[in-house]
């Protein structure tokens, strides 16, 4: 697994998409306005996208998956979400992850 930030070089350097995502998911990697969103790898491939959401003490890390996870890929998920949270949102108490369809 990995995250992958918003405007990443490895989603704008690719011409062809479909090297590293399914076609039906080209589309949501670029928006009509050109924004990149942040993704996640599994085996190479993007597989979803994710966002922080943050209040005034607390840190959401939104994790929208372009098609249904095994388990263990969602606990892998949860687990680096939890360092990446910690990471990004320091002093954000309690954090939380959420799985979104």
């Not at 995502?21 to 050109?34: F, G």
Request: hydrophobic share 45%; glycine share 2%.
């Amino acid at each position: 697994m990995r995250f992958i930030p918003e405007f990443d070089n490895l989603i704008l350097s690719y011409a062809d998409h479909t090297r590293i995502v399914a076609a039906e998911h080209c589309p949501a990697l670029i928006t009509k306005n050109l924004h990149v969103p942040a993704t996640f790898l599994i085996n190479g491939r993007v597989a979803g996208i994710w966002k922080i959401e943050r209040t005034k003490k607390s840190a959401t890390l939104n994790i929208q998956p372009f098609a249904p996870l095994p388990t263990k890929a969602k606990a892998e998920l949860k687990h680096e979400g939890e360092h990446l949270l910690h990471f990004v949102e320091p002093d954000a108490n309690p954090v939380n992850i959420q799985f979104k369809k």
